[in-house]
Nanobody
Framework: QVQLVESGGGLVQAGGSLRLSCAAS????????MGWFRQAPGKEREFVAA????????NYADSVKGRFTISRESAKNTMYLQMNSLKSEDTAVYYC???????????????????WGQGTQVTVSS
């Protein structure tokens, strides 16, 4: 059974930092681009960042560039999202995902990911 499990969410003050982790099991995701998405109440799920299978390529939403860093350790089947200088608008449930077979390079659309974690809540207080 394929599983993606996020951890590391919580409550933090504006300007603070959090590090999210995504542990994959049941399948080796070493050859898959992995991504982070988030969904705030009443809003659609949106792309945050993606990292290629080799970790040579990364992609970020404009809203998080310069503040968030995505990384992965393929040997541990784990992906991370380091979030610095957090803002109240970063408050959301954060999901990790693995790309589907045939997805374009470094996909940013939810339809190009077919494995999803259950999400972890990040709340930034102002």
């Amino acid at each position: 059974q394929v599983q993606l499990v996020e951890s590391g969410g919580g409550l933090v003050q504006a300007g603070g930092s959090l590090r999210l982790s995504c542990a994959a099991s049941g399948r080796a995701f070493s050859w898959s681009t992995m991504g982070w998405f988030r969904q705030a109440p009443g809003k659609e799920r949106e792309f945050v960042a993606a990292v290629s299978w080799s970790a040579d390529s990364t992609n970020y939403a404009d809203s998080v560039k310069g503040r968030f860093t995505i990384s992965r350790e393929s040997a541990k089947n784990t992906m991370y999202l380091q979030m610095n200088s957090l803002k109240s608008e970063d408050t959301a449930v954060y999901y990790c995902a693995a790309e589907r077979v045939g997805a374009p390079f470094m996909p940013t659309l939810t339809r190009d990911y077919d494995y999803w974690g259950q999400g972890t809540q990040v709340t930034v207080s102002s």
